[in-house]
């Protein structure tokens, strides 16, 4: 078994910058990619980002590239987004994902575990 916990969601104006965390619990050594998700109100879940095991490979959705960072730290089974330039159509619950498989992807359906989700709201 394995558990997602994502920290850092909250409330920030525009152009404003937050962190979220994710920390990974029980079955640790099974997992390979790590990824973020976000779904807005009416909206399907759409990929944000993700990363592999290593850290070496990366890959970020379009629409937040050059704000948003993913990173890693294996020591820690944590994952992290870095948002900056926040706007508010960024405005969304944000999941994190784990997966057993060893390179990232954009289909929410290859990964393996989900955590609850973390609300982050950018104000105009």
């Known amino acids: 078994q394995v558990q997602l916990v994502e920290f850092g969601g909250g409330l920030v104006q525009a152009w404003g910058s937050l962190r979220l965390s994710c920390a990974a619990s029980?079955?640790?050594?099974?997992?390979?990619?790590r990824g973020w998700f976000r779904q807005a109100p009416g909206k399907e879940r759409d990929f944000v980002a993700a990363?592999?095991?290593?850290?070496?490979?990366?890959d970020y959705a379009d629409s937040v590239k050059g704000r948003f960072t993913i990173s890693r730290d294996n020591a820690k089974n944590t994952v992290y987004l870095q948002m900056n330039s926040l706007k508010p159509e960024d405005t969304a619950v944000y999941y994190c994902?784990?997966?057993?498989?060893?390179?990232?992807?954009?289909?929410?359906?290859?990964?393996?575990?989900w955590g609850q989700g973390t609300q982050v709201t950018v104000s105009s």
């Open positions: 029980g079955r640790t050594d099974i997992l390979n990619a």
């Open positions: 990363i592999t095991w290593s850290g070496g490979s990366t």
């Open positions: 994902a784990a997966a057993n498989r060893l390179w990232t992807t954009r289909r929410s359906g290859a990964y393996d575990y």
